[in-house]
């Protein structure tokens, strides 16, 4: 069958289902898991907003950087998506169990940097070294972690794909690739965020952490940081699905990604993810007037490069609901009408999702105090909770029950 | 989300679409300033400051009971960690005359009815009918839940509160409310609030449009509220704020919590005032609330001193490491005394650097 003929066969209708499904489960999940009035009250914010960036960096480390469909098909005989699903996606869930409490709480966190661990945190002693904060302190040096890590993943899956190692076999190049990315999450890391978390602390532990060098933006919080990597991941993700690798793809050899292919995008997506931030800022401007040093809620700096990072990852969420649940509509003759077209519906549905957000049918779903800016909501939770969902069912279901053989 | 407000999103991605730095209005059109008249002072009275003694315990309490976005309704509190906000506010009119009012009503209403009858003459000014009027901060429980003790002393009085009220808080308000919550470890309810002293006086529902739409209530010459709906942890929503503009000094502002945030009071103030001159604040600042630190705290000190802030005055969920770290960097903040020793209970974090204005306490604008 043609790539046409698979277009036209595409059913939109049981594509729009399959959303509505998708958004019930992670109600349910929200309502098992995060909801601050039922269940498990694991939004508190930052310990649920751990445990969920650590869910997604495990699937995308095992679909994009480990490429376990291979090491699976070899392993498993059966072609049935849904125990291919099923077992990968307790694999996952497993495999973020063990990244937060055992190899950050359990190893890093008590035989290295303290920080990574409540316990080693508490166990210091000295101002605000309780349970509660300590939990939330550690919890954001590790999404800030994953962060870092998403974004040079996703990078290296668009911009890079298998190169240097593409003549090797599959064993040398998951694990350099495996190696050398988490070599750069390091530097992201160290650089962006490592000197907000050494000020978490009182005194700050300056010896350990600089003061924070990007002071010019208005604010010494690294969410200055984590707005700039969400903006950049978002044009890291619409070259990768909505623009189908392109322009990035001109720069590949023979199929295979290149050095200048790799330089070219990531610093292409990171002067857009830059420029995203002053639009967006601007645009907050508008309706909130300017932020200022030390400005709370929506007058502070701090709040609007996280909001930059938040509306991102709603323009993200909805990249991934139009190419799984609608087919990467419109699929045109012309590259350049079907990539612009993709990324205005995007944006829009983005923005649609922001406003869905921010309504009162959240209180109802999420238990939402209504508002902008409360220090402790953090949209992307719900957003990534969302987009995980999404991903499991691509990667390790295959799309089933929507794409069928 | 209100009409208005998608509305101006639609604009906005318009605005992006268009690319063009041109598009985007500059500065806004100046606004209509507001007169709020003038004192001659302000006097506040601390009369307690410690919502809670012990912050590791309630901390645990919020803990263990889902974190800080849970409603407060269903946390079953630890009830001899539990103290309370309020403030006994005096204003000295350009005629001389003193008005007195009040900020909040604390939390226990035993540590009240203690605050009330033997640390202070609140019980026999109300008693004298001497205080014209509340102010409800916000609904919070450490600033709201005593109102029994209050009420019992006078239930018809004025009362301006958040519009952003949750059907419990009407509830203790005006139905002799009894809360509990359920406690996990004994499986029994236990009691968390209550007011067998129904409110029946005249009660202002505030909310940012304020009086004729000007934004603010005048309660007096002078003395202006403005409610900012900003939501705040455990499932609150809205917090007023006091301005009082004393003659030939400046704007003071009073909080409760100081939720909206101390530079954002300001900067409302300097935009909608008429001959705004900065001058003071009292009150909670919710910074380094459980004494712990961020960044952004660092940028609040630069913030504040760049606000050019005269006498700053705080207490209660500010953060003692906050204040002495903003002491040290310069900030004109107000010592207290150890008065607070006197109290049959103080807080455990209090320090002997003094930069709280503790129960006992009084400051003057």
Same mark, same amino acid.
């Given at each position: 069958?043609?790539?046409?003929?698979?277009?036209?066969?595409?059913?939109?209708?049981?594509?729009?289902?399959?959303?509505?499904?998708?958004?019930?489960?992670?109600?349910?999940?929200?309502?098992?898991?995060?909801?601050?009035?039922?269940?498990?009250?694991?939004?508190?914010?930052?310990?649920?907003?751990?445990?969920?960036?650590?869910?997604?960096?495990?699937?995308?480390?095992?679909?994009?950087?480990?490429?376990?469909?291979?090491?699976?098909?070899?392993?498993?005989?059966?072609?049935?998506?849904?125990?291919?699903?099923?077992?990968?996606?307790?694999?996952?869930?497993?495999?973020?169990?063990?990244?937060?409490?055992?190899?950050?709480?359990?190893?890093?966190?008590?035989?290295?940097?303290?920080?990574?661990?409540?316990?080693?945190?508490?166990?210091?002693?000295?101002?605000?070294?309780?349970?509660?904060?300590?939990?939330?302190? &550690?919890?954001?040096?590790?999404?800030?972690?994953?962060?870092?890590?998403?974004?040079?993943?996703?990078?290296?899956?668009?911009?890079?794909?298998?190169?240097?190692?593409?003549?090797?076999?599959?064993?040398?190049?998951?694990?350099?690739?495996?190696?050398?990315?988490?070599?750069?999450?390091?530097?992201?890391?160290?650089?962006?965020?490592?000197?907000?978390?050494?000020?978490?602390?009182?005194?700050?532990?300056?010896?350990?952490?600089?003061?924070?060098?990007?002071?010019?933006?208005?604010?010494?919080?690294?969410?200055?940081?984590?707005?700039?990597?969400?903006?950049?991941?978002?044009?890291?993700?619409?070259?990768?699905?909505?623009?189908?690798?392109?322009?990035?793809?001109?720069?590949?050899?023979?199929?295979?990604?290149?050095?200048?292919?790799?330089?070219?995008?990531?610093?292409?997506?990171?002067?857009?993810?830059?420029?995203?931030?002053?639009?967006?800022?601007?645009?907050?401007?508008?309706?909130?007037?300017?932020?200022?040093?030390?400005?709370?809620?929506?007058?502070?700096?701090?709040?609007?490069?996280?909001?930059?990072?938040?509306?991102?990852?709603?323009?993200?969420?909805?990249?991934?609901?139009?190419?799984?649940?609608?087919?990467?509509?419109?699929?045109?003759?012309?590259?350049?009408?079907?990539?612009?077209?993709?990324?205005?519906?995007?944006?829009?549905?983005?923005?649609?999702?922001?406003?869905?957000?921010?309504?009162?049918?959240?209180?109802?779903?999420?238990?939402?105090?209504?508002?902008?800016?409360?220090?402790?909501?953090?949209?992307?939770?719900?957003?990534?909770?969302?987009?995980?969902?999404?991903?499991?069912?691509?990667?390790?279901?295959?799309?089933?029950?929507?794409?069928?053989? | 989300?209100?009409?208005?407000?998608?509305?101006?999103?639609?604009?906005?991605?318009?605005?992006?679409?268009?690319?063009?730095?041109?598009?985007?209005?500059?500065?806004?059109?100046?606004?209509?300033?507001?007169?709020?008249?003038?004192?001659?002072?302000l006097k506040i009275d601390?009369?307690?400051?410690?919502?809670?003694?012990?912050?590791?315990?309630?901390?645990?309490?919020?803990?263990?009971?889902?974190?800080?976005?849970?409603?407060?309704?269903?946390?079953?509190?630890?009830?001899?960690?539990?103290?309370?906000?309020?403030v006994l506010i005096t204003v000295t009119?350009?005629?001389?005359n003193e008005r007195k009012f009040m900020m909040?009503?604390?939390?226990?209403?035993?540590?009240?009815?203690?605050?009330?009858?033997?640390?202070?003459e609140v019980?026999?000014l109300i008693?004298k009918d001497a205080i014209e009027f509340w102010?409800?901060?916000?609904?919070?429980?450490?600033?709201?839940?005593?109102?029994?003790?209050?009420?019992?002393?006078?239930?018809?009085?004025?009362?301006?509160?958040?519009?952003?009220?949750?059907?419990?808080?009407?509830?203790?308000?005006?139905?002799?409310?009894?809360?509990?919550?359920?406690?996990?470890?004994?499986?029994?309810?236990?009691?968390?609030?209550?007011?067998?002293?129904?409110?029946?006086?005249?009660?202002?529902?505030?909310?940012?449009?304020?009086?004729?739409?000007?934004?603010?209530?005048?309660?007096m010459?002078?003395?202006?509220?403005?409610?900012?709906?900003?939501?705040?942890?455990?499932?609150?929503?809205?917090?007023?704020?006091?301005?009082?503009?004393?003659?030939?000094?400046?704007?003071?502002?009073?909080?409760? =919590? =100081?939720?909206?945030?101390?530079?954002?009071?300001?900067?409302?103030?300097?935009?909608?005032?008429?001959?705004?001159?900065?001058?003071?604040?009292?009150?909670?600042?919710?910074?380094?609330?459980?004494?712990?630190?961020?960044?952004?705290?660092?940028?609040?000190?630069?913030?504040?001193?760049?606000?050019?802030?005269?006498?700053?005055? =705080?207490?209660? =969920?500010?953060?003692?490491?906050?204040?002495?770290?903003?002491?040290?960097?310069?900030?004109?903040?107000?010592?207290?005394?150890?008065?607070?020793?006197?109290?049959?209970?103080?807080?455990?974090? &209090?320090?002997?650097?003094?930069?709280?204005?503790?129960?006992?306490?009084?400051?003057?604008?």
């Amino acid at each position: 069958m043609t790539e046409e003929g698979e277009h036209l066969k595409f059913n939109y209708f049981f594509g729009l289902v399959n959303l509505v499904v998708v958004f019930l489960i992670v109600w349910f999940l929200w309502y098992v898991f995060m909801n601050p009035n039922t269940v498990m009250k694991l939004y508190t914010p930052m310990y649920g907003f751990a445990l969920v960036v650590v869910f997604v960096s495990s699937i995308i480390l095992m679909s994009k950087v480990l490429d376990v469909s291979i090491l699976y098909h070899r392993a498993v005989e059966s072609e049935n998506p849904v125990t291919k699903g099923i077992i990968l996606t307790i694999i996952a869930f497993g495999l973020m169990l063990i990244l937060n409490y055992i190899v950050f709480w359990g190893f890093l966190g008590k035989l290295g940097i303290a920080y990574f661990s409540p316990g080693s945190i508490v166990a210091a002693g000295g101002t605000g070294a309780e349970p509660l904060m300590a939990r939330e302190n &550690a919890s954001i040096a590790i999404l800030y972690y994953f962060t870092a890590f998403l974004w040079i993943a996703l990078f290296w899956s668009v911009g890079l794909g298998r190169w240097p190692w593409q003549n090797s076999g599959y064993g040398i190049q998951v694990w350099s690739r495996f190696f050398v990315i988490i070599f750069f999450v390091n530097i992201v890391y160290v650089i962006l965020f490592h000197p907000h978390v050494c000020y978490l602390f009182y005194p700050a532990q300056d010896k350990a952490g600089v003061a924070a060098w990007w002071e010019f933006s208005g604010t010494t919080s690294a969410f200055f940081g984590l707005g700039l990597a969400l903006c950049s991941l978002f044009w890291i993700i619409a070259s990768d699905l909505l623009w189908e690798g392109y322009p990035w793809k001109n720069m590949e050899k023979d199929g295979e990604g290149t050095f200048l292919k790799g330089v070219v995008a990531f610093f292409a997506t990171l002067v857009l993810g830059i420029i995203t931030v002053y639009i967006l800022t601007r645009i907050m401007n508008v309706f909130w007037d300017e932020a200022f040093m030390g400005g709370q809620y929506t007058d502070g700096p701090d709040f609007r490069y996280i909001h930059t990072g938040e509306i991102c990852g709603f323009f993200i969420l909805a990249i991934f609901i139009l190419k799984h649940y609608f087919n990467n509509f419109p699929n045109l003759a012309s590259i350049w009408a079907r990539t612009v077209i993709r990324t205005v519906i995007a944006i829009a549905g983005g923005l649609l999702i922001y406003l869905f957000y921010y309504s009162p049918a959240t209180t109802f779903f999420l238990a939402k105090v209504p508002g902008v800016a409360q220090p402790d909501d953090k949209p992307l939770v719900w957003a990534l909770l969302f987009l995980s969902i999404i991903l499991v069912q691509s990667e390790f279901f295959d799309g089933w029950p929507l794409k069928r053989k | 989300m209100k009409r208005r407000t998608f509305l101006k999103s639609m604009a906005a991605t318009g605005v992006a679409a268009s690319m063009t730095g041109a598009m985007i209005p500059k500065e806004a059109a100046a606004r209509k300033k507001l007169d709020i008249g003038e004192i001659k002072g302000l006097k506040i009275d601390v009369l307690t400051e410690t919502s809670w003694f012990n912050n590791d315990v309630f901390k645990k309490n919020i803990m263990d009971y889902g974190g800080a976005n849970t409603n407060q309704y269903t946390i079953p509190w630890q009830w001899d960690n539990a103290g309370g906000y309020a403030v006994l506010i005096t204003v000295t009119t350009l005629e001389g005359n003193e008005r007195k009012f009040m900020m909040d009503f604390g939390w226990n209403n035993d540590w009240m009815d203690y605050i009330y009858e033997e640390k202070s003459e609140v019980a026999s000014l109300i008693e004298k009918d001497a205080i014209e009027f509340w102010v409800l901060s916000h609904w919070h429980l450490d600033h709201y839940w005593g109102v029994e003790s209050t009420l019992k002393r006078k239930q018809d009085l004025t009362l301006y509160a958040p519009k952003t009220y949750y059907p419990e808080d009407m509830a203790l308000l005006k139905d002799k409310a009894h809360h509990t919550a359920k406690n996990k470890e004994t499986g029994q309810m236990d009691h968390i609030c209550k007011n067998d002293y129904p409110h029946k006086g005249k009660l202002v529902l505030c909310d940012p449009k304020g009086e004729n739409k000007e934004g603010i209530y005048r309660v007096m010459p002078g003395v202006a509220i403005r409610n900012f709906d900003v939501p705040i942890l455990l499932r609150v929503r809205g917090e007023n704020v006091l301005y009082f503009n004393v003659k030939d000094k400046g704007i003071v502002t009073v909080t409760g =919590c =100081c939720h909206p945030g101390i530079l954002s009071l300001f900067s409302y103030a300097r935009k909608n005032f008429k001959d705004y001159k900065p001058y003071g604040c009292y009150g909670g600042l919710h910074i380094s609330l459980f004494e712990t630190w961020d960044p952004k705290f660092d940028d609040i000190i630069k913030g504040v001193k760049s606000f050019k802030i005269q006498k700053l005055g =705080c207490n209660h =969920c500010t953060g003692w490491i906050w204040a002495e770290k903003a002491a040290e960097s310069g900030v004109p903040v107000v010592k207290g005394t150890d008065k607070y020793k006197s109290y049959k209970k103080y807080s455990t974090v &209090a320090k002997t650097s003094n930069v709280f204005l503790t129960n006992g306490d009084t400051v003057t604008f």
